[in-house]
């Protein structure tokens, strides 16, 4: 990288290394070369002069630093004249140099008084010059510092020729040299445009030339880049045929639709395509009139008419851009749902003509959505042709990256190499769905750190203009969460009452699942993980309290970005008439995933009837786990047998369900535990006469519910102890004794 930096010798020339390379280099390494600390302030101050036009104070700091550095280098002078010069070029444009001209045909008053107004002028911008830069020997002055001295020198004659002006009017001597004064002011307008032509062109050259040199600078979109870049030459074309005098009866016009998942650029893309539109002259203005549903959509018959049409009238010349246009179609749409009659009028308006060709529909939405909205509307399909089309992908993670470094650097912020490590962690975890949005979520992430940046270390004295710019490691750690209790996931496990062998085969397989993660991390061949599982038991055996730990646990090991377990029965995923359980079913695996879906009693999805739609919702759930197969676990859970039938039913289930956890039912020790445990949740407690009351009911009957029963049993027992204890006031409150838990056990055993 520095050999570069040394062979770099021209302001004309782009910094071989870029403004964030610069800084890293700076934050890392300590430059003893003072001819290379100059040239990397240099580059932060070329590009921050990009970033920044006009004057920017860290700038002109970097400039200060390069000079103090090595006061010789061509670069470092080069970029100190010039950015004199551009100041001098700006405070020349801002004054009124047409206003400066004198007639000799004016009364002397009047002539007197513009003499003063323009003396003053003159006199500031004088005073703005560099003076020592202005009277430096010619001998070493480049051209650029020589257009500065004579500019100097024509401002220093005039204030001269206007002192003595000023003069001879207080003397009452009146003489003003109208066309000296006019000479060198003509003379002046003439330096202004000579600057500008002799200014670096990074100084002068800030915006892009056409809407195609905008759209190249977009982060990734090469497919879409390319069409972009055909269309425009296409419309280029066609506006030269019709300049000759040809027509063409079918072309495909303007309107288009765009679909990508949230934060892919579809409203930047739908601006730059105004800003095309309008320098072809095809379009009058880039102005984008941009609206959704709640714009258009009106609450009584003939409001959404009106609205549509104010805004169709508010497009004439530019665009209108739609966004969630699918949303105007709702599905089972009623007659008191006015989004139809929005369609309607767009498609009239589109097509009348009054407004027709006057101005162009961007449509945009998710592409699955907007797919469906099309399709129900054939005529409006039919004025959106195939090729009219664009779909934008979802951006990878290098170009997510490369939106986070543009994001941080735009905001005067970088990430150091350990940061961005982390901070692609953080963005993969976001990563789990369609919701994902993309460089919009990118930018949050960022500001969320900044945030965070400076909430942590306002307080914090700053020894170094670095410090204010640089993103560390440490200032990412708002991401860490802790368990509120301060409890590892298998910590918790442990805390659970029996369980031995479920314990067992958890502590397992996440022993198994951080050795594969640490092999891949160093490069060896991994053996491919099965966290699809099946829980068999009874209920109340602690299943779903499992799953909850389970999620944790993969989370923990980092096979799992969110953690969370959604638990559902049947009733979540079947629907009642044919093609709305996989719909059904897709909307709960999108809720869960990176993280569990729990399916309780999940047997009864399956009972052997010819036209039962849980069979639907198995073959969605099958096919759903090979398309999410890295961010989404399924548990299988209900009772023993039942659950053996359902997995061998359908051979999709049976080559995914590899892990079976079998929950017995406690034991009348467990059971015991569990039922101080619980009590001693609510600050309850019982004596040995109890405990062997219940021991002995545990080991003589068999307890249905398991856990589940505990629960029913203590809290029966509190009622039947708030009655005691009201009607005996000296009773201890805390304590449930015998008599409450033998009414509590005959009540719950008669319930189950």
Not at 8 to 34: D, F
Not at 460 to 473: A, T, V
Request: net charge negative; aromatic share 10%.
């Amino acid at each position: 990288m520095l050999d570069k930096l040394r062979q770099w010798n021209s302001l004309e020339q782009q910094p071989p290394i870029s403004e964030v390379e610069a800084l890293r280099y700076i934050n890392k390494h300590t430059v003893e070369e003072k001819e290379l600390q100059a040239l990397l302030y240099v580059t932060l101050a070329y590009h921050r002069i990009r970033r920044h036009p006009g004057q920017d104070l860290l700038a002109d700091q970097f400039i200060d630093e390069a000079r103090v550095l090595d006061t010789t280098h061509s670069l470092v002078t080069e970029l100190y004249e010039s950015k004199q010069l551009m100041q001098a070029y700006t405070m020349l444009k801002n004054t009124p140099l047409e206003q400066w001209i004198l007639h000799e045909t004016d009364h002397d008053s009047a002539k007197g008084k513009k003499a003063k107004s323009i003396h003053e002028d003159v006199s500031y911008l004088k005073n703005q010059w560099d003076e020592e830069l202005a009277n430096k020997t010619i001998i070493d002055a480049s051209s650029r510092l020589k257009l500065y001295q004579d500019v100097y020198d024509e401002l220093s004659e005039l204030d001269s020729i206007l002192e003595e002006a000023i003069a001879s009017i207080e003397n009452r001597r009146i003489r003003i040299p109208v066309k000296e004064i006019n000479d060198r002011t003509r003379r002046l307008s003439d330096n202004q445009d000579e600057i500008y032509k002799r200014l670096p062109g990074f100084l002068t050259d800030q915006s892009y030339s056409n809407p195609l040199e905008a759209f190249d600078q977009m982060v990734g979109l090469h497919d879409v880049k390319t069409y972009i870049r055909r269309y425009y030459h296409f419309l280029r074309y066609q506006q030269q045929r019709k300049n000759f005098g040809f027509s063409m009866v079918d072309e495909p016009g303007l309107h288009m639709i765009i679909t990508g998942n949230p934060g892919t650029g579809k409203t930047t893309i739908a601006r730059l395509l105004a800003n095309i539109y309008h320098e072809l002259g095809i379009l009058e203005t880039k102005e984008v009139i941009e609206v959704n549903r709640s714009h258009l959509v009106g609450s009584y018959v003939g409001q959404s008419e009106e609205n549509t049409m104010n805004y169709v009238k508010q497009a004439i010349g530019g665009v209108l851009f739609i966004d969630e246009a699918y949303s105007l179609k709702r599905e089972g749409q009623t007659g008191n749902d006015y989004g139809q009659a929005v369609i309607d009028t767009l498609v009239s308006a589109m097509t009348s003509k009054e407004y027709g060709g006057k101005f162009a529909v961007i449509l945009a939405g998710y592409p699955e959505e907007m797919r469906q909205f099309l399709w129900s509307n054939p005529g409006l399909r039919s004025r959106f042709p195939e090729q009219n089309h664009i779909e934008l992908p979802d951006y990878q993670m290098s170009e997510l990256m490369s939106i986070a470094e543009q994001t941080a650097i735009d905001n005067d912020f970088f990430f150091t190499d350990q940061a961005l490590i982390e901070f692609a962690s953080l963005i993969d975890r976001e990563r789990v769905d369609d919701s994902f949005g993309n460089a919009r979520t990118v930018k949050n992430l960022v500001m969320k750190t900044v945030f965070q940046k400076g909430a942590q270390e306002a307080e914090r004295d700053k020894h170094h203009w670095l410090d204010h710019m640089r993103i560390d490691i440490g200032d990412l750690e708002w991401e860490k969460k802790v368990d509120q209790e301060g409890y590892s996931p298998m910590e918790r496990l442990d805390e659970l009452i029996g369980l031995h062998n479920v314990k067992a085969e958890v502590r397992k397989l996440s022993s198994f699942v951080q050795a594969q993660q640490k092999r891949k991390e160093n490069g060896y061949p991994v053996v491919p993980i099965q966290l699809h599982s099946v829980f068999s038991g009874n209920p109340g055996t602690g299943k779903t309290t499992v799953a909850e730990i389970y999620a944790d646990v993969l989370k923990e090991c980092g096979l799992l970005k969110r953690g969370h377990t959604v638990v559902v029965s049947r009733s979540d995923l079947v629907a009642g008439y044919v093609g709305q359980t996989a719909i059904k079913t897709k909307r709960k695996i999108r809720e869960a995933l990176g993280g569990v879906l729990f399916i309780d009693e999940a047997y009864v999805l399956y009972n052997g009837g010819r036209d039962d739609f849980g069979k639907e919702a198995i073959e969605t759930i099958v096919d759903e786990m090979t398309k999410h197969n890295e961010n989404l676990v399924v548990i299988l859970a209900g009772y023993q047998h039942e659950m053996e039938q359902l997995v061998e039913s359908n051979p999709g289930l049976s080559s995914r369900f590899k892990k079976y956890f079998h929950f017995p039912d406690y034991n009348e020790e467990e059971l015991l535990e569990m039922t101080h445990y619980q009590a001693k949740q609510y600050g309850y407690h019982f004596n040995e006469w109890a405990e062997s009351f219940l021991l002995e009911k545990y080991t003589a009957h068999r307890v249905r519910g398991n856990g589940r029963f505990i629960n029913n049993l203590v809290n029966e027992a509190i009622q039947f102890q708030a009655i005691r204890i009201l009607e005996n006031e000296e009773a201890d409150m805390n304590e449930l004794e015998l008599v409450d838990l033998e009414k509590a056990w005959n009540m719950v055993r008669k319930e189950s």
